[in-house]
């Protein structure tokens, strides 16, 4: 790495993080600093692990974001086997 990864991060990269939206960090970092993709997910990874309370919040995010993938799941599974059920019975 080029840069101490202790460094602060690029405000806005910070708030991408923040807000959980890891990728767009890493594209800020990348961006600002002139990281490769490498080096800049490392010092995403570094920052939030040295963040505990910022981990939790993303953990939970992320499985929140997990549920509510789960749930459109089975709401588009149900959809497809009452479309499969409606056509099979309806012949």
């Known amino acids: 790495m080029n840069q101490d990864p202790f ?4 405000t ?9 939206r890891i990728i767009e960090a890493v594209k800020i970092l990348r961006e600002v600093e002139g990281l490769d993709l490498k080096e800049a997910k490392d010092r995403i990874d570094l920052y939030v692990a040295h ?11 992320r ?10 799941a ?4 149900a ?4 479309v499969v059920l409606f056509w099979f ?3």
């Not at 963040?51 to 995010?61: F, G, H, K, S």
Request: glycine share 2%; charged share 35%; net charge positive.
């Open 89 to 91: 019975y309806r012949r």
């Open 12 to 20: 806005s990269a910070e708030a991408a993080i923040a807000s959980g």
């Open 63 to 72: 499985k929140e974001m997990r549920k509510t993938i789960i749930k459109w």
């Open 51 to 61: 963040n505990p309370e910022l981990r939790e919040r993303i953990d939970r995010a």
């Open 79 to 82: 959809i497809v086997v009452a």
């Open 74 to 77: 089975l709401v588009v599974d």
């Open 7 to 10: 460094a602060p991060l690029p």
